[in-house]
């Protein structure tokens, strides 16, 4: 079974450009969850999807970021303009989301590693 | 609100001595707590899970922690390191076992002297 993955695995770009991110839960997983780490700062929590609605998204930092979640499958997290604050490493996470034991364990991507210059 | 703290960002020990993570928390209700391992160039893996059940929970590649809720903490302990240990381990609180957000640890980063 495929993992949680994310594209692309770096990126690097110039203050005011645009980003997407993309990531592919594992298939099935209703949840979907997106976390920033910034350099030597702690995981944060950005948002929270449940199949194609947000459940939460009490974590993004400001109207620059929108994520979406068409038809409940693959998410895209845009950053528009960037600013140089929002270099970090972007994780996605997916759970299943059924009564089932284990079946809210979160599974993590590699990550993306995201440069503003 | 929920926050971790871990204390040690960097942590160094020799095969085969005890490691010791430590993680500290604040919680306004019971709270759900975890371990995660980050290898390089790889995601985060649950290594343990406590979710209100045995105090004392093991976990995958000999580790396990204690939930001590008198010292609000949750340390994670592997008794014999090995090379393969060598990562970046977080700690992280939720609110409940359901699908609720994680608030992690700033994280440790383990180094295993040969």
């Known amino acids: 079974e495929a993992g949680v993955t994310q594209f692309p695995s770096h990126s690097v770009i110039e203050k005011g450009q645009t980003v997407t991110l993309r990531c592919d839960p594992i298939s099935g997983h209703d949840n979907l969850y997106w976390y920033r780490r910034v350099m030597g700062k702690e995981i944060k929590f950005l948002l929270h999807?449940?199949?194609?609605?947000?459940?939460?998204e009490s974590g993004m930092p400001n109207n620059r970021f929108l994520a979406e979640r068409t038809g409940g499958t693959y998410s895209t997290l845009k950053v528009q303009p960037a600013e140089l604050e929002d270099s970090g490493v972007y994780f996605c996470?997916?759970?299943?989301?059924?009564?089932?034991?284990?079946?809210?364990?979160?599974?993590f991507g590699p990550g993306t590693r995201l440069t503003v210059t | 609100a929920q926050s971790v703290t871990q204390l040690g960002s960097h942590v160094s020990v020799s095969e085969g001595a005890l490691v010791l993570l430590r993680c500290n928390y604040s919680?306004?209700?019971?709270?759900?707590l975890f371990w995660y391992v980050q290898y390089p160039n790889q995601g985060l893996q649950l290594l343990l899970k406590y979710t209100s059940a045995a105090t004392l929970v093991k976990g995958i590649n000999g580790f396990e922690a204690e939930f001590k809720k008198s010292e609000t903490s949750f340390h994670l302990t592997k008794p014999s390191a090995h090379m393969s240990d060598a990562a970046e381990y977080f700690c992280?609180?939720?609110?409940?076992?359901?699908?609720?957000?994680?608030?992690f640890g700033q994280g440790t980063r383990l180094t295993i002297n040969p």
């Open positions: 992280a609180v939720s609110v409940s076992w359901g699908a609720q957000k994680l608030v």
């Open positions: 996470a997916s759970s299943q989301g059924s009564m089932r034991a284990n079946s809210y364990e979160q599974y």
């Open positions: 999807f449940v199949k194609e609605s947000k459940q939460d």
């Open positions: 919680s306004s209700v019971p709270p759900y």
